[in-house]
């Protein structure tokens, strides 16, 4: 099945200022590229994309891309994987899909999507924003594909809450259509904070130094 990426770069960063007063998060340096290029370094290979800058909201931004009739992967775009996108687009079955992973702490799952899975399946439960109290350590890695049968909900919700955040998206598509997790592999870094951001580049530099001893640069 043909699906479309759309790497979301708006937002104005606040919490990882001064550094993204002139700079978005996701054209922050890291490593020897910026935080987007290892997104696009990630995607299946001859995946199309494109980049928003849309700077009115997260569900204004995905409603500018839903369209047409193939299903959108949507990447949040201060985001970084350490593992391909392959598996990911290929766990796909029609259905809205998470990409979810697993956080050490309940503090750290205190700021993410919490996602709550059904019992003994990946279908989820719920999806909830920066909870008092998360349910699971088990949050979105910013990370979805939504098929064109839930392009009209995230239509008819940026109508009423252009700024929302995209669980708020999961939270309405759950109430009528199965909505699916899928495990990330490898490791996956959200890039929201100045603690998270040097967590990355201190990766991405051991990373690197690793490839450069044994001569691979994946």
């Known amino acids: 099945m043909l699906v ?5 770069c708006g937002g104005k960063g606040e919490r990882l200022a001064p550094i993204t007063k002139n700079v978005k998060k996701a054209f922050l340096p890291l490593g020897e590229k910026q935080v987007i290029d290892h997104i696009i370094d990630r995607l299946p290979n001859g995946m199309s994309y494109s980049v928003s800058v849309n700077d009115n909201g997260a569900i204004a931004s995905l409603e500018e891309v ?3 009739d193939e299903p ?3 990447v949040c775009g201060d985001n970084y994987f350490s593992s391909n996108l392959d598996s990911f687009v290929a766990a796909f079955n029609g259905e809205t899909l998470i990409g979810v992973a697993e956080v050490k702490t309940i503090e750290i799952a205190r700021q993410c999507g919490v996602v709550e899975l059904h019992r003994g399946s990946m279908q ?3 999806l909830a924003e920066k909870p008092e109290q998360p349910l699971t350590k088990l949050v979105s890695a910013g990370l979805y594909i939504f098929p064109p049968s839930v392009f009209t909900c995230i239509h008819n919700l940026a109508v009423v809450s252009p700024k929302g955040n995209i669980g708020n998206v999961i939270s309405h598509i759950i109430a009528t259509r199965p ?4 495990h990330l592999q490898g490791v996956w870094i959200d890039i929201g904070t100045h603690e998270c951001y040097e967590a990355a580049i201190r990766f ?3 990373r690197l130094m690793k490839a450069s001893r ?3 640069k994946n």
Do not use: D
């Open 4 to 8: 479309r990426c759309v790497i979301l």
């Open 66 to 68: 839903a369209k047409g």
């Open 72 to 74: 959108v992967m949507v």
């Open 124 to 126: 989820v439960k719920s």
């Open 179 to 182: 909505v699916y997790g899928f």
């Open 204 to 206: 991405e530099n051991t």
């Open 214 to 216: 044994t001569g691979v």
